[in-house]
């Protein structure tokens, strides 16, 4: 299937269902607020390397968590038990997303969230749509995640850890709140192991974008989560 380039003077985006076999549907455009918020209500998502053009995917399957379907391991148990750590939201969305950012992760030369990336999710953030996670320990950050809120669906961008099972307590403590405010779906994006262990599964695309459908109608938890 042919790949499009984007028209700087529109924000419209090819038909997802279009995408090639990796799921690449676009290049170009920009990381503008209105483009990006109109790309992941499509059920497209920007990932690219710094110095390479925009790449906007719709990968398939979708890789998903429905929040009835999040699973707690036994080992996890002890770390709510005790209270291991403490969790905010919306408390500093920038030290999150560049924590995310400066991550290493094996197999990796470098990151895909690029500085244009760090100040295009700091202002849907401004703006009441991105969302961050903070997990402190003693004061300290030692794990968090971000993402995008549209309607009742999540879609959850990246994570981070500088504490055993930080990023899990996290998105465990996510996943619980986001249940608790009537969201249906978590968008995970693409299959990881870490989030296979925590219920996460695949979908078809074409049942993915009709969720996407659906979700028009909901009303949108805008602003900050603290």
């Not at 790309?39 to 710094?50: C, S, V």
């Not at 929040?67 to 391991?73: A, R, T």
């Not at 991550?103 to 953030?125: E, K, N, S």
């Amino acid at each position: 299937m042919p790949v499009y380039w984007l028209a700087d003077d529109s924000l419209d985006f090819p038909d997802p269902g279009g995408a090639n076999k990796d799921g690449l549907v676009a290049l170009g455009g920009d990381l503008s607020p209105d483009r990006l918020l109109n790309a992941y209500n499509q059920g497209l998502f920007p990932w690219f390397n710094e110095g390479d053009p925009i790449l906007w995917w719709s990968p398939d399957p979708r890789f998903v968590l429905f929040p009835g379907d999040l699973k707690v391991s036994k080992s996890m148990r002890p770390y709510f038990n005790q209270r291991k750590f403490e969790v905010s939201y919306d408390a500093d969305f920038r030290a999150v997303i560049t924590a995310c950012q400066q991550m290493y992760r094996p197999g990796q030369g470098g990151t895909w969230i690029t500085d244009d990336m760090v100040d295009a999710y700091c202002q849907l953030h401004q703006l009441g749509f991105a969302h961050s996670v903070e997990v402190w320990k003693e004061g300290e950050l030692v794990g968090g995640l971000y993402g995008i809120a549209l309607g009742r669906i999540f879609f959850g961008e990246s994570m981070f850890a500088r504490a055993s099972n930080a990023s899990k307590f996290g998105f465990i403590s996510l996943v619980r709140r986001l249940e608790e405010h009537g969201y249906t779906l978590i968008d995970c994006q693409q299959e990881t192991r870490h989030l296979a262990s925590l219920g996460g599964r695949g979908i078809p695309r074409t049942r993915f974008l009709n969720y996407l459908t659906k979700n028009d109608v909901e009303d949108t938890e805008r602003g900050s989560w603290s």
